[in-house]
């Protein structure tokens, strides 16, 4: 009787003990996730090029500087800055006056000179006749004959001496070397000048150069004849690509830039002095692989990407290339071909199941 008292409430216990037990199991097995709802896109191939931008400047290939060939004190200026000339134009007068005397002079000089060579040729010619009649000897003859070289050769002296004092009177007139605007003027009437001093200083917007900074952490990435695209703001349109015709080899002091240049045709509308937005193309793959942005994670372990095979995603590290708004390029980790998540990849994890809502559009 006894026994059995004792017996019934340890059996009540052994049974409560393993009820505990199995509903302790219960508990520790996880319900089934539910699948992740994304979108995903395949990964393409597409050209892919590695570009670096920069803001330049505009500036005229030819800016030469309207200069006096010959000294003189300036009687009037015909043009003003911001002013269109045409090469040859008139753009200022010097005192002429010195000029046209020492012109006249050696013109008088000229005049002479031809007198007395038709007078000593003459000479020449009757002394050759009296040699044949035996009056004068040959010596004499000689003698004559020396001074018409002579004076031929003080002739044709005094015809270049004419050249030349005409030329410097024309050079009075001071002419435009080249069409283009005048950027500065730097004489006024009264002025007195020398031969070289510059009147004006002319731009031309026919031929540009084109010069655009780049970090100087780039330059051993660049390389004359890369290609350039450029724009400017006050000519949109379709963008001008030209090569790279010369990389400055000095570091800027203030901007810590090295600069490259190209040189063009003005397709229209550019001004010198203008800003132009420019990109270098510094390399160019035809069969990049590429995918969405949204594809990519930041994870602690770095970038990864989840791959989908059926109804659940792989984690991936990746290597990332060139980056933009539409696309990001991964060099290392994805092949062409292979399915990514896209919209709702930041929610996923190694192994997750995912539901295919729809296909991103291309």
Request: glycine share 8%; hydrophobic share 45%.
């Amino acid at each position: 009787m006894n026994m059995r008292t004792w017996i019934r409430p340890g059996c009540a216990v052994l049974l409560a003990l393993m009820l505990v037990a199995c509903g302790q199991e219960d508990a520790a097995a996880p319900p089934d996730q539910p699948a992740v709802l994304i979108t995903t896109e395949l990964a393409e191939q597409q050209v892919v090029e590695d570009l670096e931008f920069s803001l330049g400047r505009l500036q005229s290939n030819v800016d030469p500087r309207i200069a006096a060939e010959v000294s003189g004190r300036v009687l009037s200026v015909a043009v003003e800055a911001g002013e269109s000339v045409q090469r040859g134009q008139v753009v200022a007068q010097l005192d002429a006056a010195d000029y046209r005397a020492a012109a006249d002079g050696a013109a008088a000089d000229v005049r002479r000179l031809e007198a007395l060579v038709e007078q000593q040729q003459r000479q020449v010619e009757r002394y050759r006749q009296l040699v044949q009649e035996n009056f004068f000897s040959v010596n004499a003859l000689d003698e004559v004959e020396a001074q018409l070289t002579a004076l031929r050769a003080q002739l044709a002296a005094a015809r270049s001496g004419v050249d030349r004092a005409r030329n410097n009177l024309d050079r009075t007139a001071v002419r435009a070397p080249a069409s283009g605007v005048i950027a500065e003027r730097l004489v006024s009437p009264g002025d007195y000048i020398g031969a070289g001093n510059p009147l004006f200083h002319l731009s031309t917007d026919q031929m540009l150069r084109v010069v655009l900074p780049f970090p100087e952490v780039l330059s051993s990435r660049l390389a004359v004849g890369q290609t350039l695209r450029l724009r400017v703001p006050t000519a949109p349109g379709m963008p001008v690509e030209l090569p790279i015709t010369e990389i400055r080899p000095v570091i800027g002091a203030q901007n810590r830039a090295i600069e490259v240049l190209a040189e063009m045709r003005n397709p229209g509308g550019w001004r010198p002095g203008g800003s132009v937005n420019g990109e270098v193309v510094l390399s160019r793959r035809e069969d990049a692989v590429v995918i969405p942005p949204l594809a990519v994670i930041r994870r602690p372990s770095g970038l990864v990407v989840y791959v989908v095979t059926d109804d659940q995603v792989q984690e991936r590290l990746v290597k990332v290339g060139v980056e933009t708004a539409e696309f990001v390029e991964i060099v290392e980790g994805l092949e062409a071909g292979e399915q990514v998540a896209v919209e709702g990849a930041s929610y996923l994890t190694d192994g997750a199941r995912v539901r295919i809502a729809q296909e991103r559009a291309a």
